[in-house]
């Protein structure tokens, strides 16, 4: 799944981009308070992207 198409996601899902790290982009869902680093590849692998949703609290993207 690309990065892009991920934030995407998070973004419909209500979460909001928080602050760049080393390697990894941390993403807060303010509904809730949960916060998960989003990896800086091109290309995250669907369990990956599945995890992030996960701790965040969110539904994970379908048709991948």
């Known amino acids: 799944m ?3 198409k991920l934030e995407r996601h998070l973004k ?3 979460c909001q981009f ?3 790290g080393g390697n990894h ?3 807060v869902n303010p509904a809730n308070g ?3 680093p989003v990896p800086r590849h091109n290309e995250i692998k669907k369990w990956t992207a599945r995890g ?3 701790q965040l609290g969110v539904e ?3 048709g991948e």
């Open 60 to 62: 994970p993207p379908t």
């Open 34 to 36: 949960a916060e998960s």
């Open 25 to 27: 982009d941390i993403w």
């Open 2 to 4: 690309k990065r892009s």
């Open 18 to 20: 928080e602050l760049h």
């Open 52 to 54: 992030i949703c996960r």
């Open 12 to 14: 419909k899902a209500g």
